[in-house]
């Protein structure tokens, strides 16, 4: 039997997952690491807490398989992307706290740049994002602007940059690989996605040297070996990709017009476009879905920062919940939220908005409401969330979408998949397997590998669990849907 080992950097965990060349799961492990929240709305990580936690939860599944890391045929990387890790490339400790995707710090200077329409168009054009915070180019700009040393330190090759992906292979390889995959860099905005190399403009714009971001590789293929000190074995790295592209090859989204959607940390909304990038007309991004065997391939994509983290905030700071799967409990417990409607816009509302200052509100409140209320309205608002990202993808693609398949923690909430379903007006496909972004990492290593032989074998190892049919008519979906509208422009409104 041949394993392979999925790497899942998250938001707020490590994982990692042992699957067979059957693509089913052995073991799997995960830890929680520190949020870390300097001011309002900076979100930090400590990238040696998260390397500790990766190779904590390695050894864990490791020993749940009753395996040694000499049983393990490859490797396959997908973590959260856009964070940044800036670290001296000599002696691999990381300058600063790295600065992670949520946190927007740099939304002030951001604005400063979309003033400029010429430079707005250029980056769409070129790296398929909008400016925006989210991404990593303003991120690293502050880093080398703010913390002593990191510029002159990078000026010098000594200091580098990389996404988690590129900060989990430094360390694995000990020290030995400086790189990414095509996936990851596509997040950076400073990458030209049609030639697939680092844009010069953008650079000299940002003020960020070359020499400190790291190469890039295919998303499937071996690209590096573990160091044996490190890993035990020197094991072929095989597969990276960040975590929404992971999740789209994971759900066998390997045709034009086929999309799922992630409820993680955040929601994201993906679609194939095949061979060819669409740039959006509806403030969604093109982003590079995968790059495989000489061939890339593109996707829209919309992006919700606060999907899964909503439930999150009910069970850690309001205290309305003591775990997760409460949450449906208490909204099947009341027929409908009352009025009340929750836009939780905790650091800035994503597409369609791209509003950096909006801030959560709570709209609709009467002495009647109560805690099932609040929590069926969080629900609610994930699902309306993905509702406006779909309608913009529709647009943007021109195809209608026949359903979309879902994964990630939240996806399991059976609520939830059946009111996003009711909105939608079309099938809610969940699979066997909900982790899907583990499952993308081990299908693209052991492609890379050899372990699986094409994309049509990996396309019949999908396997659905649950479809989720439309039950409300659509003139109730519509009155939802404009009492939410409502919601969102107070959101905005509140945030001028």
């Not at 030639?195 to 650079?203: A, G, H, T």
């Not at 020197?234 to 990709?241: D, F, K, L, N």
């Not at 205290?319 to 929750?342: F, M, P, R």
């Amino acid at each position: 039997m041949k394993y392979i080992l999925a790497l899942d950097e998250g938001t707020t965990s490590c994982r990692s997952v042992i699957y067979d060349e059957n693509a089913d799961p052995v073991s799997s492990a995960q830890k929680e690491f520190t949020q870390i929240y300097p001011k309002a709305a900076w979100v930090e990580h400590d990238p040696q807490e998260i390397w500790a936690a990766q190779l904590f939860t390695i050894k864990e599944a490791l020993r749940q398989a009753f395996l040694s890391p000499g049983d393990i045929c490859a490797i396959g990387i997908t973590n959260q992307r856009e964070t940044a890790v800036i670290w001296n490339r000599r002696t691999g400790k990381p300058l600063c706290n790295a600065i992670v995707w949520q946190c927007r710090r740099t939304a002030e200077y951001c604005g400063e740049l979309s003033e400029d329409e010429g430079f707005k168009d250029y980056v769409q054009k070129t790296t398929g994002l909008l400016i925006d915070p989210y991404f990593s180019a303003t991120k690293i700009k502050w880093v080398l602007d703010n913390v002593p040393g990191a510029r002159e330190g990078a000026e010098a090759g000594e200091v580098v940059f990389g996404t988690i992906d590129s900060w989990l292979i430094y360390k694995l390889t000990g020290g030995k690989s400086h790189i990414t995959d095509h996936t990851n860099a596509s997040r950076t905005m400073l990458f030209d996605i049609t030639k697939l190399k680092w844009d010069e403009k953008l650079l000299d714009k940002f003020e960020i040297p070359e020499k400190m971001l790291p190469e890039t590789v295919e998303s499937s293929g071996i690209c590096a070996y573990t160091d044996r000190e490190v890993f035990g074995e020197a094991v072929p790295i095989a597969g990276i990709a960040g975590d929404q592209q992971s999740s789209l090859f994971g759900q066998g989204c390997f045709e034009a017009g086929q999309a799922k959607n992630t409820y993680g940390t955040g929601c994201f909304l993906l679609m194939n476009t095949g061979t060819a990038p669409v740039f959006s007309k509806n403030s969604l991004v093109t982003t590079i879905a995968y790059r495989i065997r000489g061939k890339t391939y593109y996707a829209l994509e919309g992006s919700v920062f606060v999907g899964g983290a909503v439930i999150q905030w009910l069970r850690d700071e309001m205290g309305l919940i003591e775990n997760s799967a409460e949450s449906e409990q208490c909204a099947l417990k009341v027929e409908d939220t009352a009025g009340v409607h929750i836009v939780p816009a905790f650091t800035g509302l994503g597409a369609p908005h791209w509003a950096s200052e909006a801030r959560g509100i709570i709209t609709g409140i009467t002495r009647g409401a109560n805690k099932n209320h609040i929590v069926r309205a969080a629900l609610e608002a994930i699902a309306y969330q993905v509702y406006d990202l779909a309608e913009c993808l529709q647009k943007d693609s021109g195809l209608r979408l026949p359903a979309i398949n879902v994964d990630g923690g939240a996806a399991e909430n059976n609520f939830l998949m059946q009111f996003q379903a009711d909105i939608m007006g079309f099938p809610v496909n969940r699979p066997i397997n909900t982790e899907t972004t583990s499952l993308g990492a081990a299908f693209l290593a052991g492609l890379g590998a050899g372990i699986f032989p094409d994309m049509d074998f990996l396309g019949k190892l999908r396997r659905t669990g649950r479809v989720f049919e439309p039950k409300t008519e659509r003139k109730k979906a519509r009155e939802l849907l404009e009492g939410w509208e409502k919601a969102v422009q107070r959101c905005l409104w509140r945030s001028e």
